[in-house]
């Protein structure tokens, strides 16, 4: 199969919440996380991304769903609650 566009060097399988993703997942740099890509200079690239919800949290979300949002999800993140 032929692949157009940018590589795809971090890929996201929807159907999985972020503490399940192949590669780790992170929101910042951070010399303790590890590595899971690189790229060359001046190389195209694409970095899929989900929320920190999993999908939980939708574009039609409230200031309700975010405060009754599954706390779980931030636990599985190691985000203290």
């Given at each position: ?11 996201i399988d929807l ?49 309700e769903d975010v405060?009754?949002?599954d706390q779980s ?9």
């Open positions: 199969m032929t692949h157009y566009g940018a590589k795809v060097v971090v890929p159907k999985k919440k972020p503490w399940e993703q192949k590669h780790p997942l992170h929101n910042r740099w951070h010399p303790d996380i590890p590595v899971v890509a690189e790229v060359k200079d001046g190389e195209v690239f694409r970095v899929e991304m989900v929320d920190f919800s999993g999908g939980g949290i939708t574009s039609d979300y409230s200031a405060k009754h949002a999800i931030l636990v599985n993140l190691g985000i203290s609650v």
